[in-house]
């Protein structure tokens, strides 16, 4: 699962690819339930937008069902109700400098938390639905990040990871009529050779916490 990301630049490879001009500030502590940047088609190109992370469906009677759906599995993403609509047809991509894992240890042993990134940025496979609350009418626009399986490479930090788009596939990924084998080809491990990944602080579990000081790398054990 992915559900801990820091914001931070360069966003050079979805400026260049995409158009776009990224001013977003950094952030190293971003968690379910906050609002956060996407990017999805729009219009005649493409646009930046705010999005609750936690996606409910448009058919969602309370907004509370957002708790359970910042992921969505690759594996069910096109059957599960909640999600297969926005695969279909609203697929985003959410600008990342990174992401946080927790390897387990074995039993008894705290769980030590890893930051994985790639040096020219990533931007993970989303999902965006716009919700209209029934009761008071507000229209909140929320989104979800796809996980499946690590690259072989990685199993030893966490078996399941957040789907990355490889840059050079961005425009696909966001293509309205894009088949939904091509995007499945699409949401494959992502390979270990183009991240890098080290050991950080467990304060990034306590999301009060936020600044650069959660990336840094700890030191190795002893």
Not at 37 to 61: C, E, M, S, T
Not at 93 to 117: H, M, N, S, T, V
Request: net charge positive.
């Amino acid at each position: 699962m992915c559900g801990r990301y820091a914001i931070f630049p360069p966003f050079a490879g979805l400026e260049r690819r995409l158009g776009l001009g990224l001013d977003l500030p950094p952030r190293y502590n971003v968690a379910p339930g906050q609002t956060v940047p996407i990017v999805r088609a729009g219009g005649d190109g493409y646009a930046l937008a705010d999005a609750h992370w936690g996606l409910i469906p448009f058919w969602a009677r309370e907004r509370k069902i957002g708790y359970s759906t910042f992921n969505a599995r690759v594996e069910t993403v096109a059957e599960k109700p909640a999600f297969r609509g926005a695969f279909r047809h609203r697929r985003c991509l959410i600008p990342a400098g990174g992401f946080y894992e927790w390897q387990d240890l074995g039993a008894g042993r705290r769980k030590q938390p890893w930051f994985i990134a790639d040096a020219g940025g990533l931007a993970f496979a989303g999902l965006w639905e716009r919700w209209r609350d029934p009761d008071s009418g507000e229209t909140v626009d929320s989104c979800s990040i796809l996980v499946g399986p690590a690259d072989p490479a990685l199993l030893p930090i966490h078996a399941r990871l957040a789907c990355i788009v490889p840059p050079e596939h961005y425009r696909d990924w966001l293509a309205p009529d894009a088949p939904p084998p091509f995007l499945f080809a699409l949401l494959a491990p992502y390979p270990a050779a183009r991240l890098r990944a080290w050991r950080v602080s467990a304060a990034v579990g306590n999301v009060r916490n936020d600044g650069p000081e959660l990336v840094a790398p700890r030191p190795e054990p002893h």
